[in-house]
């Protein structure tokens, strides 16, 4: 068995190029990811849900310029991440054909967007909740036992890096539009559910062998150009009040990622900031080579998102994403998810290599 992992491993895991020559490989085997919109490559694709991004004009900066269920123009953050860590992609989609055989070596996307630490949220648009997430990846497990062996399995799970995206639509939606939540729960209140929620979900993850994982901040909730369109009376300026409570939301995180690292002395966790990089562009896109962060490329670029709004019949649609902050109205552009890798990085780098 174990000289058939190695056989296996040889075929999947690309290389690259070291300073001497040589051929160097992944800094890890396998990514896991889970969570939103932030970082769904197309599980989406696989559901009965209105919360899609399979039509143009999404992914036609892509390979091969197809739609691919991603919530972008281009690339997400996960790409870019794996790109990174020496992968020649980020790993399939779970629900999809391209999650079987010798893929799955390389990890599992089990991402839904329009999902959230609150089960209720991914309700609204009947997408994957991030419980059932937990369950597919369990059941990821077994499969890659079957293909490749427990003890190579163990090792995998072990030493692969997962990252979790989520909270955006719980806080910046589900909240903010409904009643039961905003008029029975301050927001500071309903943070400390989601709070409770996350943990709950590493702690699930760790008991399942995860010990490295990279934990997203909540964007700049305020500077979506969807909030501000509906929450801004007008103005053209972040909301305050969303960005006060993504804020608030990212305080907490951080002192619960710090008592998970106390509780659990084996277990590498870290927070990834995008709020700071992704004000900074919205806030200041010239400094930093953008032209336009109050409206996405696609349509009018104030209130499209999802294919019920950003497909290929919406009017306006910017020739150029590059220079916008925002590919529609609720998510960053690739040109905006490379700087937000960038930013953060070097921490992973770090986390994976000491």
């Known amino acids: 068995m174990e000289v058939r992992c190695l056989l296996l491993m040889a075929v999947l895991l690309p290389t690259w190029p070291t300073s001497h020559g040589e051929e160097a490989r992944p800094l890890i085997p396998a990514v896991m990811v889970f969570g939103d919109s932030l970082v ?17 004009p999404y992914g036609r900066d892509f390979k091969d310029r197809v739609p691919t269920g991603r919530f972008r123009n281009g690339k997400l953050m996960i790409d870019i991440i794996a790109e990174k860590l020496g992968f020649t992609a980020s790993p399939p989609a779970y629900l999809s054909p391209e999650a079987s055989g010798l893929n799955l070596l390389m990890g599992a996307n089990f991402a839904s967007g329009g999902s959230g630490y609150y089960d209720p949220t991914a309700r609204i648009a009947n997408v994957i909740s991030l419980s059932q997430q937990l369950e597919y990846f369990r059941e990821y497990q077994s499969r890659l036992a079957a293909l490749a062996g427990h003890s190579y399995t163990n090792s995998t799970i072990s030493s692969s890096l997962y990252i979790i995206a ?27 559910s989601l709070i409770g929620s996350f943990q709950k979900t590493v702690m699930q993850l760790y008991d399942m062998g995860a010990r490295r994982i990279g934990v997203t901040s909540l964007p700049p909730l305020g500077c979506l150009p969807l909030a501000i369109t509906v929450f801004g009376h007008g103005s053209n300026s972040c909301v305050p009040r969303l960005n006060r409570d993504a804020q608030m939301f990212n305080r907490k995180l951080d002192t619960v990622i ?91 780098i770090a986390n994976l290599t000491t």
């Open 40 to 56: 769904d490559v197309g599980n989406n694709d696989y559901i009965l849900t209105i919360g899609k991004a399979n039509l143009p």
């Open 166 to 192: 989520a909270g955006t639509s719980d806080l910046g939606a589900n909240y903010n539009i409904n009643p039961l939540l905003y008029k029975t729960q301050t927001a500071d209140q309903f943070s400390d």
């Open 258 to 348: 710090d008592s998970l690292s106390t509780l659990y002395h084996d277990l590498r966790i870290m927070a990834l900031d995008i709020y700071t990089p992704l004000y900074s562009l919205a806030t200041s896109p010239g400094s930093q080579g953008f032209t336009e962060a109050r409206r996405g490329c696609c349509g009018t670029g104030l209130v499209e998102f999802t294919v019920l709004l950003c497909n290929p019949m919406s009017i306006g649609t910017c020739p150029n994403a590059t220079t916008y902050v925002f590919w529609d109205a609720v998510h960053p552009s690739e040109a905006a998810n490379q700087m937000i890798v960038d930013s953060f990085l070097p921490k992973i």
